[in-house]
Nanobody, 133 residues
Framework: EVQLVESGGGSVQPGGSLRLSCSAS????????IGWFRQAPGKEREGVAC????????YHADFAMGRFTMSINNAKNTAYLHMNSLKPDDTAVYYC??????????????????????????WGQGSLVTVSS
């Protein structure tokens, strides 16, 4: 079964850090583009970052630049989102996704999922991140 499982979410104070993990099973992250998305209460899901491990092509949303870093450990078949200097506006459910088409993944991450002609192939269940004092 093709599956993504997120972990590492939780509550943190403003300025704090968290690392989210996205463990893949049933497929190799070597062959897929992996992305992180988030959905805040009352808002549409938006792209955070994506990466293609075959050539390390990466994209980070403007709000993530300088604070969030996405990485992949191919040996563990796991992707990570390292989040620093967290703000209350970062409160959201964070999802990882996988797709064999980096173009589709990047378009979804930059322009939104409505701009692609099919859903991304694999989604995790989501991990809640709450930033509050």
């Amino acid at each position: 079964e093709v599956q993504l499982v997120e972990s590492g979410g939780g509550s943190v104070q403003p300025g704090g850090s968290l690392r989210l993990s996205c463990s893949a099973s049933g497929f190799s992250v070597d062959d897929y583009a992996i992305g992180w998305f988030r959905q805040a209460p009352g808002k549409e899901r938006e792209g955070v970052a994506c990466i293609r491990s075959s050539d390390n092509s990466t994209y980070h949303a403007d709000f993530a630049m300088g604070r969030f870093t996405m990485s992949i450990n191919n040996a563990k078949n796991t992707a990570y989102l390292h989040m620093n200097s967290l703000k209350p506006d970062d409160t959201a459910v964070y999802y990882c996704a996988a797709d064999r088409d980096m173009g589709q993944m990047t378009l979804a991450a930059i322009m939104g999922e409505r701009t692609i002609n099919r859903p991304l192939e694999v989604w995790g269940q989501g991990s809640l991140v709450t930033v509050s004092s």
